[in-house]
């Protein structure tokens, strides 16, 4: 399994090209989630969670153990915020 990254300056160009109406739509619909766009993320990070990732579960597998993260640890991993804890990201 492999990742790839999308071009994040495309990402970032499309957002901030959006008028305050839209943005606001996109908030509603799917909360914070833009906020990524300006998350510096860790290759090397990413590299190993591709590794240890199930796709047939959706969570993280080591020896046979299965790991799904919080909302806290998915916060300190990706240095963003997660405001409100109710809300389904």
């Known amino acids: 399994m492999d ?3 999308n071009s994040e300056d495309e990402l970032k160009g499309i957002w901030q090209s959006w008028d305050e109406a839209k943005k606001t739509r996109s908030h509603e619909k ?3 989630v833009a906020q990524l ?3 510096k993320p860790h290759d090397a990070l990413l590299k190993a969670m ?3 990732w ?3 579960y959706r969570c993280f597998t080591l020896n046979e153990v299965d790991i ?3 909302i806290k640890e998915y916060s300190t991993l990706l240095l963003y915020d997660f405001r409100d804890s109710l ?3």
């Open 3 to 5: 990742y790839r990254r």
């Open 30 to 32: 799917y909360g914070d």
């Open 37 to 39: 766009f300006f998350v």
């Open 50 to 52: 591709v590794c240890f």
């Open 54 to 56: 199930d796709p047939t």
């Open 68 to 70: 799904v993260l919080t």
């Open 87 to 89: 809300r389904i990201y």
